[in-house]
């Protein structure tokens, strides 16, 4: 079984602090993870995933496997980040795959 | 581009209504999943489906059915709605193998008194 674990429900920065959202997950095998954002009243949107590892506004995350775990940071936080923030797992297999999702944690970047 | 409809995105209910949220995509996506979100928990995953006339049950199926009679379309239908029903629902669709990126509807309000 699979399962992704966000263990904060909020985190309040002031603007221009770094960020870290943190994530761990459990899973037997090989992973694919995510990080979705969903800003206020917007739909999801897939922020990043570790494969790609790429930097999108400015977040990044890398996959430490040993810890399992796939934070995501970013240097200093804008008042824009202000937002909801799911970590997700897909097993990395061929077909359909179920996602899990986090329970979420919701960034307050303070002005 | 349009991406995921849903339809409404808002509904109030009475205990024992029955509806269906409606999803459509226009990606040609294969892939057609629909997640309830609710405080504290999460996305949780209510049926999913791997392509026209094949759907699965994912984590918290039931009081829910779905068909997929076309790519396009995933309707979600609640058969007797219940207050623990009361979520936010959306809908996502993603292609097969090689992308996994999920695309995502707006999400649809239901409240049910």
């Known amino acids: 079984a699979q399962r992704v674990t966000q263990p904060e429900k909020l985190l309040s920065v002031f603007k221009g602090a770094p960020v870290e959202l943190k994530c761990n997950y459990s899973y037997s095998g090989s992973p694919e993870l995510f990080w979705y954002v969903q800003y206020s009243r917007q739909r999801l949107q897939l922020l990043l995933r570790h494969i790609s590892r790429e930097s999108i506004k400015g977040f990044t995350a890398d996959l430490n496997k040993g810890e399992t775990s796939f934070h995501l940071k970013k240097p200093f936080a804008q008042e824009e980040d202000s937002a909801m923030y799911y970590c997700?797992?897909?097993?990395?297999?061929?077909?359909?795959?179920?996602?899990?999702f986090g329970t979420g944690t919701k960034l307050q970047v303070i002005p | 581009n349009a991406g995921v409809t849903q339809t409404p995105k808002f509904q109030v209910l009475k205990t024992g209504q029955s509806m269906t949220l409606q999803c459509a995509q226009d990606?040609?996506?294969?892939?057609m999943s629909w997640y309830r979100q609710d405080p504290g928990m999460g996305l949780r995953l209510i049926h999913y489906?791997?392509?026209?006339?094949?759907?699965d049950q994912g984590e918290v199926p039931n009081g829910y059915n779905v068909s997929r009679s076309t790519t396009e379309d995933f309707p979600l239908r609640l058969l007797s709605a219940a207050p623990s029903q009361t979520s936010v629902y959306f809908c996502a669709s993603s292609t097969g193998v090689g992308n996994t990126e999920a695309f995502f509807g707006q999400g649809t309000r239901l409240t049910v008194v």
């Open positions: 990606m040609n996506h294969e892939y």
């Open positions: 997700a797992l897909r097993p990395f297999s061929g077909g359909y795959q179920k996602v899990t």
């Open positions: 489906s791997v392509g026209a006339g094949i759907t």
